[in-house]
């Protein structure tokens, strides 16, 4: 494991593939050190030796656990020279289906990834974005977080939570200095949209093309983690894609309608 150099670094978890993966390239093409995360050992080295063995790390992590998220960025702060600019809370997970069908394991392990493996982050995290100057804190939402949709009730919830999260840590975490951006992507065009729910076969990738929805490709959503890293931004929401940013103006100013139809999608009026 070869060391940063100096050079900015930063730390992602989910790694190995989809957004992970492309936000891990477009910082390593800035010149940055790269702490790659993740699960699939496979896929982390796959990565590393795309992005090259002196610009990224490699780190086994489960976001649950918070033993092993104090591992790795252990491992990490001595890769990268003791600093992290960037932390991107990049990991979750969907299930798709309606609310009773999913199983307790299922809504468990969305709530324990996509939750709690953000506040694991964020907390293991803190002493070495104290130690940067300038650093930032990026936790990866969804546009699900901006309105509740059928058949992603337990998703929705843990990225109503995400976007909560990281508007209090923005208050919060002023103090130390550290900004903190939430990044919220309409679908994108990763495994996730495969994600279905146990004994069925719908997935949501059927309801974005049943529906006609636009899909993003994981280069747009890395490119607005980019722009959400850079000192001389100050927002702290970021929605990947047009159709995100109308809904965002919809469920602001229009509630009603949005309610009404999610409603019909389902058969009820």
């Given at each position: 494991m070869n060391g940063a150099s100096g050079r900015k670094a930063i730390f992602i978890t989910g790694a190995a593939s989809g957004i992970g993966l492309a936000a891990a390239k477009r910082f390593a093409r800035e010149g940055w050190f790269v702490g790659l995360s993740d699960i699939d050992a496979a896929g982390l080295k796959a990565a590393q030796a795309e992005l090259g063995a002196?610009?990224?790390s490699?780190?086994?992590l489960d976001v649950r656990d918070r033993k092993a998220w104090d591992n790795a960025l252990g491992e990490f702060g001595k890769a990268s020279?003791?600093?992290?600019?960037?932390?991107l809370?990049?990991?979750?997970?969907?299930?798709?289906?309606?609310?009773?069908?999913?199983?307790?394991?299922?809504?468990d392990r969305q709530i324990d990834i996509n939750v709690k493996g953000v506040v694991n982050g964020s907390r293991a995290g803190l002493p070495l974005l104290k130690a940067t100057p300038g650093a930032t804190l990026i936790n990866v939402a969804s546009c699900a977080g901006l309105f509740g949709a059928p058949k992603m009730a337990i998703?929705?919830?843990?990225?109503?939570?995400?976007?909560g999260l990281s508007e209090a840590l923005d208050a919060e975490w002023s103090r130390h200095g550290i900004a903190v951006r939430c990044i919220m992507p309409w679908?994108?065009?990763?495994?996730?949209?495969?994600?279905?729910?146990?004994?069925?076969?719908?997935?949501?990738a059927?309801?974005?093309?049943?529906?006609?929805?636009?899909?993003?490709?994981?280069?747009?959503?890395?490119?607005?983690?980019?722009?959400?890293?850079?000192?001389?931004?100050?927002?702290?929401h970021h929605i990947v894609g047009k159709a995100g940013k109308r809904l965002r103006f919809v469920a602001r100013f229009m509630p009603g309608t949005v309610r009404k139809q999610l409603r019909s999608a389902v058969g009820a009026s």
């Open positions: 002196d610009n990224a490699t780190h086994a020279g003791g600093r992290m600019d960037v932390l809370n990049n990991a979750g997970i969907a299930n798709y289906g309606f609310f009773e069908d999913q199983t307790d394991d299922e809504a998703y929705c919830a843990t990225k109503f939570a995400v976007r679908f994108v065009d990763t495994p996730i949209l495969q994600a279905g729910s146990q004994g069925s076969n719908e997935k949501i059927d309801s974005i093309r049943a529906g006609g929805s636009e899909v993003y490709t994981v280069e747009e959503a890395s490119e607005v983690i980019w722009q959400a890293a850079r000192p001389t931004t100050t927002q702290l």
